[in-house]
């Protein structure tokens, strides 16, 4: 990277790195996807209590729609946001019923209380991690006053980028703290938390935290 690099292009930059990856290995990635656990769709099942049927659920990073987007479809309309445009292509193959938006989740925008809740499984960490405590304070915005948020966190803290992620001829960056820093952020943002689990799934381990939004003075 140049010295000579400005804030902006640096974003520009990363974002394009993750943009291009997914495009490219947008097929093998979802080959690599596995059915839900029951620890997960028990989860997903909890951010869905107490919702009317209409209510509509947003998906952050919804990729090609499989499994999650899909199982949320099946129950309540669903918006999913991505920034990849092949992955959002088999999106709307695997879930016909859903809207699905190209856009970085830190630059969308909708009106306050538009969702019952809020999705973000293995997202975030795309997004550089000075821009999240402002994102989190987006996403308690668009839920409807005491609407779940449920997110996955990785355990530690990094950032960087590698140059053929898991070997699928693609590169990938990531920017994120840790687990226990993410609990500080959401209680900051106005959430409080319900639920956080250490799980294992696909040889990864990350924190999954379901978080409930405050009700509104008034609300």
């Known amino acids: 990277m140049s010295g000579n690099e400005s804030t902006r292009e640096r974003l520009r930059r990363r974002r394009a790195i993750v943009e291009s990856g997914y495009d490219r290995m947008a097929e093998s990635y979802l080959a690599s996807k596995l059915p839900l656990t029951p620890d997960i769709e028990a989860l997903l099942q909890r951010m869905l209590d107490d919702l009317p049927p209409d209510a509509p659920l947003l998906d952050l990073g919804c990729g090609a729609g499989l499994p999650v987007t899909r199982w949320l479809a099946e ?67 668009w839920l409807r006053p005491g609407g779940h948020f449920l997110a996955t966190w990785p355990l530690s803290a990094w950032e960087g980028e590698e140059t053929n992620w898991s070997g699928w001829g693609a590169p990938m960056w990531w920017s994120h703290f840790g687990a226990e820093t993410y609990a500080d952020l959401l209680q900051q943002a106005g959430f409080s938390i319900e639920i956080a689990e250490t799980l294992r799934t696909q040889d990864e381990t990350w924190r999954w935290i379901l978080a409930r939004s405050a009700v509104r003075d008034g609300g």
């Not at 973000?120 to 994102?135: D, F, G, N, T, Y």
Request: overall charge positive.
């Open 75 to 141: 129950r309540h309309p669903v918006t999913g946001v991505d920034l990849s445009a092949r992955q959002l292509e088999l999106a709307r193959t695997h879930v016909p019923s859903g809207v699905f938006i190209r856009a970085d989740m830190t630059e969308v925008d909708f009106p306050d209380g538009t969702f019952g809740g809020v999705l973000a499984l293995h997202a975030i960490i795309h997004v550089p991690r000075e821009k999240h405590s402002s994102l989190l304070r987006r996403i308690h915005g």
